[in-house]
């Protein structure tokens, strides 16, 4: 298993300001993964943060909007560019763990973001 | 999109009774995994169930999996108030680098 840590948990941003969200994993992972979920909706995958390379972003989202950073096997950013209130939402971070075919994500307690 | 679908969307039962929630999805999976999560926390993984799996067991859970019809369902038996929660499946889906697509969700409400 993995236990995940999210900073902020929470934030108030005033729009056109960009907000930095870091998630720690206690221990090393292949796969980190950054979600948004709408309140009351389903989790919509953003990007896989690659250790060491651009991160993979899924139809619809793109690095300048979404800058994500993964330094090491532990730790990934990812960072909220430019707001604007469609960009309040649940920021959640996954990492993947356990042996192929039986891959496991633990998440994160996530970010509470709200654009104002 | 290859988001997954639920349902019912909301499904309200009396404590003690058992709850079955369907999760369809599109394309061929390596796994399929079921999470819980309480208004306004973080998700719990609460089962994994691999594509060459038909059923599962965990406590109180009991999730099969029907490839043929890309489909799975999560039984809950004696639910109780604190099973009170949104249940999401998500699939692990071949070739896409082990990413997960989450499904639509069931709101599951427990009644004491």
């Known amino acids: 298993s993995a236990v995940i840590s999210q900073k902020p948990s929470r934030d108030i941003c005033q729009r056109g300001t960009s907000l930095t969200i870091q998630c720690q994993v206690d221990s090393q992972v292949t796969m980190m993964f950054w979600y948004r979920q709408q309140p009351g909706q389903s989790l919509t995958l953003i990007a896989t943060?690659?250790?060491?390379?651009?991160?993979?972003?899924e139809s619809g989202f793109v690095i300048d909007k979404f800058p994500i950073s993964r330094p090491n096997l532990t730790f990934s950013t990812l960072t909220v560019s430019n707001m604007s209130p469609e960009d309040s939402s649940i920021y959640l971070c996954s990492a993947l763990t356990g042996t192929v075919y039986q891959e496991t994500q633990y998440f994160g307690p996530g970010t509470r973001l709200l654009v104002l | 999109s290859q988001q997954g679908e639920e349902d019912p969307q909301a499904l309200s039962i009396q404590e003690g009774e058992n709850a079955t929630m369907n999760c369809s999805y599109k394309?061929?999976?390596?796994?399929l995994q079921w999470y819980r999560q309480n208004s306004g926390r973080g998700l719990v993984h609460l089962i994994l169930i691999r594509s060459n799996e038909r059923e599962k067991h965990s406590g109180r859970l009991r999730v099969t999996l029907d490839t043929s019809k890309k489909s799975s369902s999560l039984l809950i038996t004696a639910s109780r108030a604190a099973d009170t929660a949104s249940y999401f499946c998500a699939t692990g889906v071949k070739n896409t680098g082990n990413q997960f697509y989450f499904g639509t969700g069931t709101s599951l409400t427990v009644i004491p």
């Open positions: 394309t061929s999976i390596n796994n």
């Open positions: 943060a690659n250790q060491g390379s651009e991160a993979t972003y």
